[in-house]
């Protein structure tokens, strides 16, 4: 693909409404992320069917795959744990660790130094995060449950970029989201256990937004993401998806009148998370017209 940027954004322009589908479903967090990998997971099969994708020859590299599946699927859990606990608008913009987190991993996995300006961007996403979580005390447990969240959002990066170079994009999605669904599926009666609901059967709009959230903030965004990041970075790739809290609380504001829930310091936090972005988005674009 010519234009990795483009693909790129129109993911994180899909991803924008993931959030907001967490939530207009009314299922738990658990259960909302079990059924979104399941129907996807149907969805991607019958794609790698019906195009006759190449799967990788050996079963340790399936197995290999399937696992990096598990790391995203625990981040879908924790990101729609901060939604239910909070709201979309916290729930998004702690995602932006997510290169905070990516800057600080990927020497560490990778064996590689520290690039100085990506830590001292993702300490500015750190102190506004910081800004949000230290005055807004009514979301401190959606906070905490979306930095865990952004942490194996990083992680799932990280290990997919690698991924990506060896594999087809399509079956790479297929084996992650058919681990993710056996994964969740073998945890959900201990989850259920001690996280009890009555509500186990999604209703008709429930379904229609599940099935929205599968097939097009799932299926069609992590596609893209995994073409991206074929030509893309890992880090620029998280940074570029801190855009998402724009999106997302965009369409919060407008939805659910998350704006009346928010103070300044939100807007405080918010406006340093942006920052690390536009500065980060001018450093690549330089580094790329120098040809480093």
């Not at 991924?163 to 993710?180: E, H, P, S, W």
């Amino acid at each position: 693909m010519r234009h990795p940027y483009l693909l790129l954004h129109i993911a994180v322009i899909l991803a924008g409404f993931t959030g907001i589908f967490g939530k207009l479903i009314t299922l738990n967090e658990g259960l909302l992320t079990w059924y979104r990998v399941l129907i996807s997971s149907v969805a991607l099969f019958l794609i790698v069917h019906f195009t006759r994708a190449p799967h990788p020859k050996s079963w340790k590299d399936r197995l290999n795959i399937a696992l990096v599946g598990l790391i995203i699927t625990i981040h879908w859990l924790f990101f729609y744990g901060s939604i239910k606990y909070s709201n979309v608008s916290i729930g998004v913009v702690c995602y932006a660790l997510t290169s905070c987190f990516t800057a600080l991993l990927v020497p560490l996995i990778n064996r590689k130094r520290f690039v100085f300006s990506e830590i001292v961007l993702s300490l500015l996403t750190i102190a506004g995060i910081g800004l949000i979580f230290h005055f807004d005390t009514s979301h401190q447990t959606g906070v905490i449950l979306g930095v865990i969240s952004s942490v194996f959002a990083a992680l799932y990066t990280i290990y997919n970029e690698k991924l990506v170079q060896k594999f087809d994009t399509r079956v790479i999605n297929f084996y992650q989201i058919v681990g993710g669904t056996v994964g969740l599926t073998l945890l959900m009666p201990l989850y259920l256990h001690f996280f009890p609901t009555d509500h186990l059967i999604p209703g008709f709009s429930d379904t229609l937004y599940l099935l929205m959230l599968a097939l097009f903030c799932t299926v069609g965004l992590y596609l893209l993401f995994a073409e991206a990041l074929k030509q893309i970075p890992a880090f620029t790739v998280n940074l570029t998806f801190n855009l998402e809290p724009v999106y997302a609380i965009i369409l919060a504001f407008i939805i659910f009148k998350e704006a009346k829930e928010v103070n300044f310091s939100f807007y405080a936090g918010l406006f340093l998370v942006m920052t690390s972005v536009v500065l980060q988005t001018m450093i690549s674009m330089r580094r790329r017209k120098i040809g480093m």
